[in-house]
């Protein structure tokens, strides 16, 4: 009888233990048993938001549940950031993050989370090229002649930008220290001012997505000169590169990635990564990124993490430089 009762209260205490409070070791083995929320940080309808889509619907059907795409818009991706940083760290909630998180502590003071301390990295999405593109009547028809125009001119080259502190203006300020030019980047609200103004010869130059220069190229009105890429990318093979033609330091461009929030466990990083891979190279998922201007790009969480604090590094050199403060 002694024995039983030390037998049930030995099964007892088993159960017991099995019951504790949650734990990320236990809680990610049964990983994903509901529904999963996807954080893009823009409105909908642009690329990000787009791509979000096409990926939630993609890793929906790998991971057999659903995963819902949420927009949190503003504040330059502040906003979707904070939310997911103060996520709890259980894989179900990922932000679709996108390149101004990385420069986010250079320009603004009191950020409520750290890029690098909030965030766990799952892996890179998709980049945003940008082709430095100007008006098919200007005189310059290649990189050369236009960085040449640009010391010639006592006011220097004028870019258009989407806004301050964007890829396309610090693309546009990497621009013009690489080639010890001067210039004044404009800023507008968006691509289309920016358009009206170079398609109407007041300013000379805009780095932009191919995406919405095609109809201008395909016109005869805007010329391109070249893509701010490591390589040529395969959205317009024609554009060369600035390396190819002496600028080695010229790359900047839009660019997307997966993160969950700090502590998330390795093994749903895992799983997310390898998830995300497949996604990158699905003929499909590509076809529709490259309909809104994107390269995908894949790779490892290890090697996304340090991409990120390669840009941190790099942006926040640049806005210290060329006195870049927020709007």
């Given at each position: ?160 930008s989407p806004g301050a502190g964007s890829a396309p203006h610090l693309t546009a300020e990497l621009l013009l220290r690489a080639a010890g030019a001067k210039g004044i980047v404009v ?132 806005i210290k430089v060329a006195n870049i403060t927020a709007e």
């Amino acid at each position: 009888m002694t024995l039983n009762l030390n037998r049930r209260h030995l099964l007892t205490a088993a159960a017991a233990g099995l019951a504790l409070p949650w734990s990320a070791s236990s809680h990610a083995q049964t990983w994903p048993a509901r529904s999963i929320r996807m954080v893009s940080p823009y409105n909908a309808g642009g690329s990000n938001d787009i791509l979000t889509r096409v990926l939630s619907e993609f890793l929906g059907r790998k991971l057999g549940q659903g995963v819902v795409v949420e927009n949190k818009a503003g504040a330059g991706t502040r906003i979707a950031n904070d939310f997911v940083a103060k996520a709890p760290p259980d894989g179900y909630t990922l932000l679709h993050a996108a390149a101004p998180i990385a420069i986010g502590e250079a320009l603004y003071k009191d950020l409520p989370y750290d890029v690098h301390k909030s965030f766990t990295s799952i892996g890179s999405t998709a980049i945003a090229p940008l082709f430095l593109i100007v008006n098919a009547q200007a005189p310059y028809k290649t990189l050369a002649e236009f960085i040449q125009y640009a010391k010639a001119n006592p006011k220097g080259a004028t870019f258009g930008s989407p806004g301050a502190g964007s890829a396309p203006h610090l693309t546009a300020e990497l621009l013009l220290r690489a080639a010890g030019a001067k210039g004044i980047v404009v800023q507008y609200r968006g691509d289309a001012p920016a358009y009206t103004e170079l398609l109407a010869g007041r300013i000379d130059a805009t780095l932009t997505a191919i995406s919405t220069a095609v109809p201008h190229l395909q016109a005869g009105k805007l010329r391109v000169l070249a893509v701010a890429n490591e390589e040529r990318t395969p959205l317009y093979p024609d554009a060369p590169t600035f390396r190819e033609q002496g600028l080695q330091s010229v790359v900047g461009y839009g660019w997307y990635g997966m993160l969950a929030p700090a502590g998330t466990p390795a093994n749903i990083v895992e799983r997310l990564n390898t998830e995300i891979n497949a996604a990158v190279a699905d003929a499909e998922v590509r076809r529709k990124a490259e309909a809104v201007g994107l390269q995908l790009r894949g790779g490892t969480a290890a090697e996304f993490s340090a991409f990120i604090s390669s840009e941190t590094r790099k942006w926040a050199q640049i806005i210290k430089v060329a006195n870049i403060t927020a709007e």
